[in-house]
Nanobody, 124 residues
Framework: QVQLVESGGDSVHTGGSLRLSCAAS????????MSWFRQAPGKEREGVAA????????YYADSVKGRFTISQDNAKNTLYLQMNSLNPEDTAMYYC?????????????????WGQGTQVTVSS
């Protein structure tokens, strides 16, 4: 059984940077997409970025393009999200997720595995 554990969340000021990590354990080979989602209080969970694990193709929400970078280290079974130029609208709980199927990357229903989340807070 695959488990995902996020880390790296913190409190920063506007303009700051953070790098989130998601360590995967278990039989991860069948996972085709790894993604980051976020959920702010009172809002729906939204897709932030995704990577097609087989070839490294990446996808981003318009709100984070040019500021966030998703990457993977296959040797370490770890997914990363480098977040730069953070602003208060980025404040949320960030979740790592994995999907076994070919999907619309931002659809939460398509993901089979979720981490417990890591909190990112950006203050002005």
């Amino acid at each position: 059984q695959v488990q995902l554990v996020e880390s790296g969340g913190d409190s920063v000021h506007t303009g700051g940077s953070l790098r989130l990590s998601c360590a995967a354990s278990g039989y991860t080979y069948p996972i085709r997409y790894m993604s980051w989602f976020r959920q702010a209080p009172g809002k729906e969970r939204e897709g932030v970025a995704a990577i097609y694990t087989r070839v490294g193709i990446t996808y981003y929400a318009d709100s984070v393009k040019g500021r966030f970078t998703i990457s993977q280290d296959n040797a370490k079974n770890t997914l990363y999200l480098q977040m730069n130029s953070l602003n208060p609208e980025d404040t949320a709980m960030y979740y790592c997720a994995g999907s076994y199927g070919l999907i619309r990357w931002s659809d939460t229903k398509a993901y089979n595995i979720w981490g417990q989340g890591t909190q990112v807070t950006v203050s002005s």
